[in-house]
C-alpha cells in the first residue's frame, strides 16, 4: 500500500498536466465544429479532393463527417495519440525509474516481493490513467453538448472515447515490458515517442493500403470509429487481440521481473 501511495503521489502532477492536455486537445478541434456545419458543401468539396486512404488514416468519414460524432472522430486521433504518449511514458518508467534513480537497492532490500513491488506500480499506473479517462470523458461530454445541433447518441460517444483508455491499456503493456527487457533506459519519454509514433504511422500505412490484416500491427487501428457509430459497438477479433497483448505483456513482464537482475549503481 505504501508502494501504491508513494507511486500516486509521484504520478500527481503528470496526470494533472496530461489530463488538462488530452480536454485541451478535443476543445481545440471541436471548436471547429459550427465553422464546418456552416459551410458544409465547400468543406465536402475539399475533403473529396484527399485520397480516401489519407481521409480514413486521419479518421475523416464524409458519411458522418459534418456530424458531431463523425467530427469528433477526427480529433479523438489525436487525442489517442497524447493518450498513448502518456500510457507509454508510465508503462516505461515503471521499473526503468528505479535503476535510473538508484533507489532500486532501496526498494528491493524491504520486507515485499518484486510481485508485489511490479502490481503496486502497475495499479498505481492504472489508476492515474482511469482518473485521466473520467475527467477527459466528462469535459469531452459537456462539449459535444454545447456545440451539437441536433441530438446524438450519447452511448456511442462514450464508446468512441472509450477507444482512447482501451488504446492507453495496450501501449501501458507495452511499456512495461520494456522496461523489464531493457537493461538501462536513459530517457523515457524519447523511447515513449519512438514506439507510440512507428505504430501511429504503421496504422496510416495499413489504412493507406486498405488490408484488413495489416490493422493488427498497430492498436491505433483496433477501433474503426466508423464501425463503431454504424454497429454501436467494438470488432470482437481486435478486441480479443487487444487482450492478448495485454495479458502476454504483462504476464512476461512479471515472470521476467521476478527473475531479473536488477543493478542500482
Request: hydrophobic share 55%; aromatic share 14%.
Amino acid at each position: 500500500m505504501n508502494i501504491l501511495l508513494h507511486e500516486l503521489r509521484a504520478y500527481r502532477r503528470s496526470t494533472m498536466i496530461w489530463t488538462i492536455s488530452l480536454i485541451a486537445v478535443v476543445a481545440l478541434f471541436m471548436s471547429f465544429f459550427s465553422s464546418f456545419t456552416k459551410d458544409t458543401e465547400e468543406f465536402r468539396k475539399l475533403l473529396e479532393g484527399y485520397p480516401v486512404a489519407l481521409r480514413e488514416a486521419f479518421g475523416i468519414n464524409l458519411d458522418n463527417f459534418f456530424s458531431i460524432l463523425g467530427f469528433y472522430c477526427y480529433g479523438l486521433s489525436f487525442v489517442t495519440l497524447c493518450g498513448a504518449i502518456q500510457a507509454m511514458n508510465l508503462g516505461t518508467s515503471i521499473v526503468s525509474k528505479e535503476v535510473r534513480e538508484k533507489t532500486a537497492d532501496f526498494i528491493l532490500t524491504k520486507p515485499v516481493t518484486r510481485t508485489a513491488v511490479l502490481t503496486n506500480k502497475l495499479m498505481a499506473a492504472l489508476i492515474s490513467i482511469i482518473i485521466t479517462n473520467i475527467v477527459y470523458l466528462a469535459a469531452a461530454t459537456l462539449l459535444a453538448y454545447q456545440l451539437a445541433t441536433v441530438d446524438f447518441k450519447v452511448s456511442i460517444f462514450i464508446l468512441l472515447s472509450l477507444t482512447v483508455f482501451f488504446v492507453q491499456l495496450i501501449f501501458l503493456a507495452l511499456g512495461i515490458i520494456i522496461s523489464v527487457v531493457v537493461q538501462r533506459i536513459k530517457s523515457v519519454l524519447t523511447v515513449s515517442l519512438a514506439t507510440v509514433f512507428a505504430f501511429y504511422f504503421l496504422g496510416m500505412f495499413s489504412s493507406a493500403s486498405g488490408d484488413e490484416v495489416k490493422r493488427y500491427l498497430s492498436p491505433f487501428k483496433y477501433f474503426d470509429t466508423a464501425y463503431i457509430i454504424e454497429k454501436s459497438g467494438y470488432e470482437a477479433s481486435f478486441l480479443i487481440a487487444g487482450a492478448v497483448v495485454i495479458i502476454v505483456a504483462i504476464g512476461a513482464s512479471f515472470l521476467i521481473y521476478a527473475k531479473k537482475d536488477i543493478h542500482s549503481v
